[in-house]
Antibody, heavy 118, light 107 residues
Framework: QVQLQESGPGLVKPSGTLSLTCAVS?????????WSWVRQPPGKGLEWVGE???????NYNPSLKSRLTISVDKTKNQFSLKLSSVTAADTAVYYC???????????WGQGTLVTVSS | DVQMTQSPSSLSASIGDRVTITCRAS??????LAWFQQKPGKAPKSLIY???SLQSGVPSRFSGSASGTDFTLTISSLQPEDFATYYC?????????FGQGTKVEIK
């Protein structure tokens, strides 16, 4: 059973950089799946942030692309998100998820709330 | 971007009711349509992928269908554990996009 676990600071200052890591267990990050980030502002809907393949290939939401970097660490079986120049609008629960060609977005982490505030 | 328009935004239903939620894509997305269930404070749970395929362990009272760019999630007999918010998602093109959600409440 694949499990994903997000970790990172819960509070980030405006104009700072939001950094999160998603640890994958029960499966290899080098499998034929894409590893994704999805966020949800408090009380609102879901927004796809971006994804990465173990090769390093990535796809980003154009609305965030200029501020976003997603990377993968195969040695640690984890992937990470960095979002720069954050504002209050980036306050959200951030989820990591696995995208499988066969089964869609089938496994999700529990989510971590990141608040942007001084 | 492909816009996913979900309706209704909320509904009230009773245990045992048949519930239908619809999602319209702004352009063709083939069969790359998924449905998720989300309960308060929890991560989304994948219910259906590829329009009508149930994820492992999902009860058979959930079903999905499509007609062109209109997609439907049906709960045949609503159970107490089904009260939640439901989202559709297209994964045909980038960026992946979600519907705005449908909150299913107890009548």
């Amino acid at each position: 059973q694949v499990q994903l676990q997000e970790s990172g600071p819960g509070l980030v200052k405006p104009s700072g950089t939001l950094s999160l890591t998603c640890a994958v267990s029960g499966g290899s990050i080098s499998s034929s799946n894409w590893w994704s980030w999805v966020r949800q502002p408090p009380g609102k809907g879901l927004e796809w942030v971006g994804e990465i393949f173990h090769s390093g290939s990535s796809n980003y939401n154009p609305s965030l692309k200029s501020r976003l970097t997603i990377s993968v660490d195969k040695t640690k079986n984890q992937f990470s998100l960095k979002l720069s120049s954050v504002t209050a609008a980036d306050t959200a629960v951030y989820y990591c998820a696995r995208y499988s060609f066969a089964y869609g977005f089938d496994y999700w982490g529990q989510g971590t709330l990141v608040t942007v505030s001084s | 971007d492909v816009q996913m328009t979900q309706s209704p935004s909320s509904l009230s239903a009773s245990i045992g009711d048949r519930v239908t939620i619809t999602c319209r894509a702004s352009q063709g997305i083939s069969n790359f349509l998924a449905w998720f269930q989300q309960k308060p404070g929890k991560a989304p749970k994948s219910l259906i992928y590829a329009v009508s395929s149930l994820q492992s362990g999902v009860p058979s009272r959930f079903s999905g269908s499509a007609s062109g760019t209109d997609f439907t999630l049906t709960i045949s007999s609503l159970q107490p554990e089904d009260f939640a918010t439901y989202y559709c998602q297209q994964y045909y093109s980038y960026p992946r996009t979600f519907g705005q959600g449908t909150k299913v409440e107890i009548k």
